[in-house]
């Protein structure tokens, strides 16, 4: 009977296991047909960059690569150069009326359309890279942002920073404030208008066009971004000298442009992901024009023979009168841009003092010989 009753507890054993195997094969197949059979969401992002840009474009484009498998390729976003779907200042209008999901690029090219948006992408000696993301994420820039962009259905993000730029390729040399008086220069935003206070020419063009202007002598001067991407776009062959720093552009921000409708009906996860990719590629790109821009300067300083030269200080001493007063007028005319610039102000007041006392001292310290 002993033996019975052992025989049947190892039968029922054997059973159970049998059950919960073929039970559990059961779910790993429906997992996977699930899987299979998830809908797959095909987004578009339009783009400012010219296709594969250093720095810029390639950031859109390891954006989209790092969304798609993160979602396991559940969002899938092909990418489109400058141009290629629709032209490169358009590319907000396109987000905003859906016929783009995503977009990329820079908030200052929508001055004409969203008259604040150039506060997002960089303030004429304002913050840097460090203290813009500070602003944006523990400052209330990110909620003024996402307000002034409200209206036009779309939502913006921060997906990258290029750093302190440099001040600029010129076609002769500038040794005074005198040497702005009617030079025309391609400087979009908020630096823009601090050349036309001190009698200078703005131009605002699209990357795709700002070699061809310089070399052609369409514009005198331009900024770009700094030696890594200057180097690429190949501007030492149109200009010989290279100035810093870059006043106009302390921290230049990089953003990506969700059509409201699109990422509102996104499944909670894709919505996370999507975010967490977003912020990734914000500290991806700074890291990588940190790490690239020396090198790329010792080869337009040593193979190109690039004339580097810095700004005299006498000359940054006005740039930076009348940057202060452009941005005070430019909140005084306009309510959005008040109430931006008030918060970014005593933002940066506020962290300056934090940072006389460590990143300032510290670089201070360390060149001290």
Known sequence: MNKIKIWLKVALLALTATVLVACGEAEEKVTAQAEQKAEVIHWKMVTTWPKNAPGVGTG???LAKNIKEMSNGRLDIKVYGAGELV???????????GTAEMGHGASYYWKGKVFASQFFTTVPFGLNAQEFNAWISYGGGLALWEEIYAPFNVIPMV?????????????????SLEDFKGLKMRMPGLGGEVLKKVGASPIN????????????????ATEWVGPYNDLAFGLYKAAKYYYYPG??????AVEAIFNKDAFEVLPKDLKAIVRSAVQQANLDMLNEFTARNNAALQTLVN?????LKPFPEDLLVALKKASFETLEETAANDPESKKVF???KAFMGSVSEW????????INARSND
């Not at 006043?247 to 230049?252: L, N, T």
């Not at 193979?303 to 004339?307: D, G, L, N, P």
């Open 60 to 62: 859109a484009e390891n």
């Open 87 to 97: 032209p490169a200042l358009e590319a907000f209008d396109a987000v905003s009326r």
């Open 159 to 175: 997906a990258g920073n290029a750093g302190v730029q440099m001040g600029g390729w010129f076609n002769k040399e500038i040794n």
């Open 205 to 220: 063009l699209p990357a795709s066009e700002v070699f061809t202007a310089l070399q052609t002598g369409a514009i005198d």
């Open 247 to 252: 006043w106009h552009e302390p921290g230049s």
């Open 303 to 307: 193979e190109h023979k690039v004339i």
């Open 342 to 344: 008030d918060s970014l």
């Open 355 to 362: 940072h006389d006392v460590s990143e300032r001292a510290f």
